[in-house]
């Protein structure tokens, strides 16, 4: 047994040491997160996940969802039902493109998680097409009405902020086109937006509105949040194959019911949830919540219009994460490793734009004094 457990130490030891010269991981230093998720938890909502362990069939588990429910109609500004899934926002994206759509989807992508809207639906067998703009650009509202002139969609999918291009799109001004075409389902990934930008979605005429909370929510990963239309669940209640655990009409009407889930949900996050909703809608409140991304956000671009280029068009710019065009060339891999080693965090560019850009994401509990106190470490570093 001695030997065992020495070995499993030597091989404990070993791969701390390899987190420490790699720049991987910092054991003993905390790493202010500005990377467009997960994010830093405020350590009075990390404590809610430590709450005791209840059965996910009792009352407690049914009061528990319901006040989250409720909180989350006033965070999405609606009164469609809501529902949480354990799983990432890819979950609820899946869910509903492939339980919304019964013609042709035609998915609008302003960057990689706009695309993968697209891959799930050729992943589950479901007819879509994609359109983009030109790079750095938004989704305009004609654009939109142009496809769905038509006839061939009968759902429509939309990034709201795009965190590999830092752009928002203007989904109000979609959402009234939309509203024009009444066989069609909008569906709007809001997963790095929730929780920082204000996003009206009974106004918007949402049917599936989603989000994860790792994100402007201000949680751990493994929890994602939606609201759900009457008019998404008529249609997929005419989809024959919805698969399994993901069958939207299964989640939502077992909600309906008594607020409980099909399949066990993750409690110790819920409690968490609940508890960061009261601070987000009590607290804080969400007008000054939602000023407060849009400040920090201005502070960021103003920078990177001094020092750099903004990727994104000025009149779409996301509120949350800020993506700024490398134009100096210098390497973005070796600032990260010595913002590490100084406490801080930042994102390279996605995908095709690694190392062409940067991203600087400032959601969720930043604040201005943190965000700041990151810009000045780059100026030094990079002798800006």
Not at 7 to 28: P, Q, W
Not at 47 to 58: E, F, G, N, W
Not at 252 to 270: C, F, G, N
């Amino acid at each position: 047994m001695k030997t065992l457990a020495f070995k499993v130490l030597t091989r404990y030891n070993a791969s701390v040491e390899h987190l420490k010269n790699s720049g991987e991981g910092m054991i003993s230093l905390h790493i202010k997160l500005f990377i467009p998720g997960p994010v830093d938890v405020d350590p009075d909502v990390l404590q809610r996940l430590a709450t005791p362990q209840i059965a996910h069939r009792s009352k407690t588990a049914t009061e528990l969802q319901k006040r989250i429910s409720e909180k989350l109609q006033q965070l999405m500004y609606t009164k469609n039902t809501i529902i949480l899934s354990t799983s990432s926002g890819s979950g609820i994206m899946e869910m509903s493109i492939r339980s919304c759509t019964k013609k042709r989807v035609a998915v609008f992508s302003v960057g990689a998680f706009g695309d993968r809207w697209y891959q799930m639906a050729v992943s589950n067998n479901v007819p879509a097409d994609i359109f983009r703009p030109e790079p750095g650009k938004a989704v305009r509202p004609e654009m939109v009405d142009e496809v769905l002139r038509t006839g061939k969609y009968d759902t429509v999918t939309i990034t709201h902020n795009e965190t590999s291009s830092g752009i928002m799109n203007p989904v109000k001004a979609i959402g009234d086109v939309i509203k024009q075409y009444p066989d069609v389902v909008y569906l709007v990934d809001a997963v790095s937006s929730l929780g920082g930008a204000k996003i009206e979605v009974d106004k918007c005429g949402i049917d599936v509105c989603l989000a994860s909370t790792q994100k402007c929510l201000g949680l751990p990963p493994g929890l994602s949040v939606a609201s759900i239309s009457d008019k998404a669940v008529e249609r997929a209640k005419t989809i024959e194959y919805r698969g399994f655990y993901l069958d939207l009409i299964n989640v939502v009407s077992r909600v309906q019911k008594d607020y409980q889930y099909p399949a066990t949900p993750s409690t110790p996050l819920m409690w968490a949830l609940d508890y960061q909703l009261d601070r987000i809608l009590y607290k804080e409140g969400l007008e000054n919540r939602f000023m407060r991304h849009e400040h920090l956000a201005k502070i960021v671009q103003a920078w990177a219009m001094k020092h750099f280029k903004l990727f994104a068009e000025e009149d779409y710019l996301s509120h949350t994460v800020t993506t700024i065009l490398n134009t100096k060339g210098y390497s973005v891999s070796d600032l990260n490793k010595e913002l590490m080693n100084r406490g801080y965090m930042i994102s390279n560019g996605y995908g095709a734009f690694k190392e062409k850009a940067f991203r600087i994401a400032h959601m969720a509990e930043r604040t201005e004094k943190d965000l700041q106190a990151l810009l000045h470490e780059i100026e030094d570093i990079w002798k800006l």
